[in-house]
């Protein structure tokens, strides 16, 4: 890998180098009926066409006026897409289809219990409610054009209909995911001053009812600490009638929206036109300092970039039954399973629960049940699947067109059973390689033209130029096996504007690494840099390799070191902390935390589980540590850094490099005996 400073570690580090060079061809009756079927559209798509091309993203939308502009580059990084159109993405998701689709399932929902009945939502309906929900926001809460709204909503109707009323009044909506923690969420309110927090009294998962509310009043609490007031707690309750929850409701603060709903009953409320650029959502992701980076999308450039990726790498026809089976509060959520496919008036799948409970055949009968012809997971659940119920699919049928893998690494083993077993071996597979920043699919192969190769994720999609360049910023050639930092060359509609409220972390992460001239306009001097290490084949074809920052992917989520770190500082009687990427069978990576503990403390059991408490009241459960170390001191450099390169070689018994430079190389075998005689 690149070089980096000696204090960091990276996934990159620890990437497992995978050498498999077998294609495989998508069946003809895909490449029959594909939406991308000719190669005519790699031309219409090369660089020399490049901004105009995606004209052609954009034409699938319904504008109120059109653009002047396709793209502005004069402030750079800061670009503009479609200048001067304007349009609402609410309309584009649900009014426009009325004409055709009334009576079309916009929105498929399957509880968790199966013994609760399935849920279609009509575009009519979906209308209905988008509406009045949009004027009890408006009238009751005082949302206007440019608030920010925070939901911390599980994965149940009322969250893209909220995601929709919000788009209707050109309000921002800032979903946060729902296993995150109150503190977490209460930080991402405070970050965005939102004053209306929009939650579930209760959810189901994995057979539990779990109370949600409580996270609100923490969410409330923090972000009261850190300055800032919610003056409205909407509660959509999961059960209309039941309180499924122990939190009291706050009187004048907390409301049920069922209740309210009525006094809205039939109202409409106007699609507020937007300009191109006018930003529709943050979506917060971590980042390498504690604080997480609220990542601001636009309305024109996003909704254009994922109705079209959708149209081409999801091949998403109307008369497709589509699930995509990953959570809303990510951006695989809102870029496609609301926004990507109601902008194109498809139906979209979602689910509540887990994929393995009640058993491990739960996707397959969803799929046999529904008629899901593609299909859209990421390689946790896949191995997930693979390793509970390898022989599931086989009892099921079903039959998928299409099938997607997103998040994450997938190891060609892996890769094949989702192709073989899961799939049948009907179905194309597409890796689709991308970020919350990137708004949609940076890397992939086009269904129906290009060969897949389980394990990458293939060339950059359509007008997105993928190069790899090594610390000093040169190319690395393509075939030459040598990892490098992967970036784009160019900007695209999908890019993130800004980070909410810091545009110069913005540039500073995302630009200033690889910037040629700071005062050039022209973009092909401001390469994105992605944080991915990569490798690219002879065929052009690209191979993540993970994160190069601080930043550890677990089942497809991303954590901060920093985050986690000071998670473990909340607990008295830690002095220091460092969490390193482990290889993980069943998640790809997890986290080990290694603790030194403040002087005269004995270690003990408790402490450790303390420790992983504390992660989980901060953050949430999927950052739960696979493991608490403590030891008796770090691996440090001569100036005190701690050396979490070293621990992770440790902790994955790979080579940790010279050591004899350390202030105190004796704990590097210290550490070594005890996690070795342990694991
Ligand atoms: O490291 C890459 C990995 O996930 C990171 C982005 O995470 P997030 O912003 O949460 O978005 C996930 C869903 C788009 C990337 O920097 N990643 C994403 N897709 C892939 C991947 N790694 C390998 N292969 C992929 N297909």
Redesign the pocket.
Known sequence: MAARPEDQVSEAQIAVHWREEAYYSPPPQFIAQANAAYPDILERFSEQRFPDCFKEYADLLTWDSYWHTTLDTSKPPFWKWFVGGRLNACYNCVDRHLRTSRNKAAIIWVPEPESEDTKAITYQELYRQVNEFAALLRDHCGVKTGDRVTFHLPMVPELPVSMLACARLGAIHSEVFGGFSGAACGGRVADSQSHVLVTMDGYHRNGELVDHKVKADEAVETARELGHEVDKVLVWRRNPGSYASQSPMVEGRDVFVDELLPDYRGTVVEPVSMPAEAPLFLMY?SGTTGRPKGCQHSTGGYLAYVAGTSKYYQDIHPEDTYWCAADIG???GHSYIVYGPLALGATSVMYEGVPTYPDAGRVWRIAERLGVNIFHTAPTTIRMLRKLGPDEPNKYHYHLKHMT??????EPEVWRWYHDVAGKGEAVVV???????TGGFLGSTLPALQPMKPGS?GPGVLGIYPVIYDEEGSEVEAGSERAGNICIRNPWPGIFQTIWGQPDRFVQIYYQKYCRNADSQDWRDWPYF???GATQAADGYFR?L??VDDVI?VA???LGTKELESACLTVDEIAEAAAVPVMDEVRGRAVEMYVALKPGVAPSKDIEATVAEAIVREIGKIARPKHVWIVADMPKTRSGKIMRRVIAGISNFTDVGDVSTLANPEIVDDIRHRIQSEK
């Not at 893998?405 to 997938?410: A, H, K």
């Not at 890796?431 to 920043?437: I, K, L, P």
């Open positions: 992701t990510w951006i695989t893998t997103v998040g994450e690494p997938i890796d689709t390689w991308w970020q919350t920043e994720c992605a944080g991915d993540i993970g994160r992917n497809g989520h991303r």
